[in-house]
Structure formats: C-alpha cells, structure tokens
C-alpha cells in the first residue's frame, strides 16, 4: 500500500514570492508519481509526473518538481508565483507498471498568492 | 476535442436513496476511474475499468456499484444513501497503458440530506 503526506494544509505567499509546497510518499514497490492542481470548483488537472529518468520534471506554466527516491519527496516548487497559482495541490502515487491507475492523493495543500 | 464529462453536475438526496452518476470518458481513451473527495479532504479511490472489466476497488462498502459500457462511459451507482456519502465524485479517464496520466471531469456534487 502507498500513502502521501503533504506536510503543509495552507502556505500563503506574496506575489512574484518563491514557493515550494512539500510531499513525502511512503510505498514498497515502485511509484509513478503526480502533481495535480484543482481550482475553486473544478476537477483536478495534471501539472506535472515523474515516471523514469530526470529526476526534475517541469510543467509549461514554470513549475518543477524533484523527485528524491532516498528521502521519498517529490516536492513543487515555483521561483515566481502569479495570482492565478491560487488553487490547491495535491501530490499522488501510484505503483508502477501497466494497468495501475489506483492514484493516492495526499490530503492537498492550498496555495494563496497575496497581492 | 471535448474532455472527460460528468452528468449531472448537482445532485440533492435523502438518505436511503439511491443515486446513478454518468461519466464520458475522453475519445480513445479506454479506462474510466471514479474518486470520491470529501470535504478538505484528497480524493479517494472507488473504482477502475479498463476494457468494460473492473480492474480495481478501493476500500468501499458494496453500497457503491460500477460498470463500464461498449462505448466506454461509466456509471456509479450507490444504494441506500447515508450523510457520509456527501462529496464530489470525480470521474478519470486514461488510455489505460503504464505510466499515462488521469484526465479528469469537474465532478458531481451530491449532497445527502
């Protein structure tokens, strides 16, 4: 079985500020693992996965995240947020291989940027 | 191309009830997942189909029931309604090969009165 933990429940920050919101996972087999952002009354979209090779995987809208296989993080982290990152973001796991799509989000972390 | 569509997008209901949910998966894509997100909380596995067989089950009681059609949309359905089944029920399709991301739908809110 998998679990994530998402150590951070709020983080506020300043426009134009760095942010980096945390996720630690825990799993005795192999993991897929994902960024997904969800807006005030919407579904989830995907920001960004690590699947094999480069550890730091980036999405199109300047996120970037690192996976760390002996300290199991995959934290996100933008060097500049806008106003329109205010949403909130969960990581997720899933065991590797064909077929899984059993994904086990964390508790999610709200990101408010502050004018 | 039109994304992963959630029918209906409100739902009101009492306890006992029973409730159907309906999930277009995007085009080509073969397998359909649903989530439940209550409240502050991550959403939570319920079900996978892959190919109209369920290839998954989170921890549910047999109240929550799915299928999957020859088209590849789905159905979730959940008999004899309690207040805790209130939530956001997300449907995910994929292609269904390794490693493919979730897309998802913007979800039905069912609250249980």
């Known amino acids: 079985a998998q679990s994530v933990t998402q150590l951070d429940s709020q983080v506020p920050v300043f426009e134009e500020a760095p942010v980096e919101l945390r996720c630690n996972y825990s799993s005795s087999v192999s993991v897929y693992l994902f960024w997904y952002v969800q807006y005030p009354n919407q579904g989830l979209q995907l920001l960004l996965k690590?699947?094999?090779?480069?550890?730091l995987v980036e999405s199109i809208n300047g996120f970037e995240a690192e996976f760390n296989k002996s300290q199991t993080s995959f934290h996100l982290r933008k060097p500049s947020v806008h106003i329109s990152d205010t949403a909130e973001y969960f990581c997720a796991v899933t065991p590797s291989g064909a077929g899984s799509y059993q994904l086990t989000f964390g508790k999610g972390t709200k990101l408010s940027v502050i004018p | 191309d039109a994304g992963v569509t959630q029918s209906p997008t409100h739902l009101i209901k009492t306890r006992g009830q029973h409730v159907t949910l309906r999930c277009s998966p995007i085009?080509?894509?073969?397998?359909v997942s649903w989530y439940q997100q209550v409240l502050g909380q991550g959403p939570q596995f319920i079900f996978q189909?892959?190919?109209?067989?369920?290839?998954g089950r989170g921890n549910f009681p047999d109240r929550f029931s799915a299928r999957q059609f020859p088209n590849y949309s789905s159905e979730l359905n959940v008999n004899a309604l309690l207040l805790g089944d209130s939530a956001l029920y997300l449907c995910?399709?994929?292609?269904?090969?390794?490693?493919?991301?979730?897309?998802f739908g913007s979800g039905t809110q069912l609250s249980v009165l």
């Open positions: 085009s080509g894509h073969k397998s």
């Open positions: 189909y892959y190919e109209k067989e369920e290839r």
């Open positions: 690590y699947l094999s090779g480069s550890t």
């Open positions: 995910a399709s994929s292609t269904g090969t390794g490693g493919q991301a979730l897309f």
